[in-house]
């Protein structure tokens, strides 16, 4: 069974450190990953999606890499923001089941100006 | 990128009433959707796969005679909590998964409250 952990819990950062949200993933079998944004109260937002090909995928501040053979994804966001300031989700894809989606619990992240 | 658009957004009802939340896939064909319940704090919880024009596929441990789904046309999934009482006061998600790359989008999320 796919379990996926994100370390840390929570994370608290003063405005404009570069900070990484890490992501692993029990069996390495996976067909992509896909990092996500979510407000409070709100839907998710998709952030970086990362075929089970690629090492990494960069969107602006945002860089998610993703090494299959270990088991990891990494997303770095560079100077951050308050804006920032949310639950970041790591999910991976699974070939079977009409591509479904196993969910990490997740980073809240607080950027503090 | 893709959007998918969710109804309502929030929803208060009684309990033993039934309550319908649509999804819609905006501007792509979703042969497949699916359907999340999100507790306080926690990550998502698949709850069930929605197939166009089949049935569903539940996960283990959600009663398929409580949420109700249908999708009966490539834009729109419908979940339908029915006999709803205050436990099922959650916050329900849909997503869509583009065809074209597999990346999957989500709507806005329904907050349902049961009194």
């Known amino acids: 069974k796919q379990e996926v952990t994100q370390i840390p819990a929570a994370l608290s950062v003063p405005e404009g450190e570069n900070l990484v949200l890490n992501c692993s993933f029990t069996d390495s079998a996976i067909y992509n990953l896909q990092w996500f944004r979510q407000d409070p109260g709100k839907g998710l937002t998709s952030l970086l999606l990362?075929?089970?090909?690629?090492r990494e995928q960069t969107s602006g501040r945002l860089n998610a890499s993703l090494d299959k053979s270990s088991g990891r994804s990494t997303l770095y966001i560079a100077a951050s923001q308050p804006g920032d300031s949310a639950t970041y989700l790591c999910?991976?894809?699974?070939?079977?089941?009409?591509?479904?989606?196993?969910f990490g619990a997740g980073t809240i992240l607080r950027v503090k100006s | 990128g893709a959007v998918v658009s969710q109804h309502p957004s929030r929803v208060i009802c009684k309990s033993g009433t039934s309550v319908k939340i649509e999804c819609r896939s905006l501007d792509f064909q979703a042969t497949t959707m699916f359907w999340y319940r999100q507790f306080p704090k926690k990550s998502l919880m698949l709850m069930a796969t929605s197939n166009e024009g089949s049935k569903a596929t539940y996960e283990q441990g959600v009663e398929k005679d409580k949420f109700l789904i249908n999708h009966a046309s490539l834009t729109l999934s419908t979940l339908t909590v029915t006999s709803a009482h205050p436990e099922d006061s959650s916050f329900y998600i849909c997503?869509?998964?583009?065809?074209?790359?597999?990346?999957?989008?989500f709507g806005q999320g329904t907050r349902l409250t049961v009194v």
């Open positions: 997503s869509a998964r583009d065809p074209m790359n597999t990346e999957a989008f």
């Open positions: 990362i075929q089970s090909s690629q």
């Open positions: 999910a991976v894809i699974l070939r079977e089941y009409g591509n479904k989606l196993v």
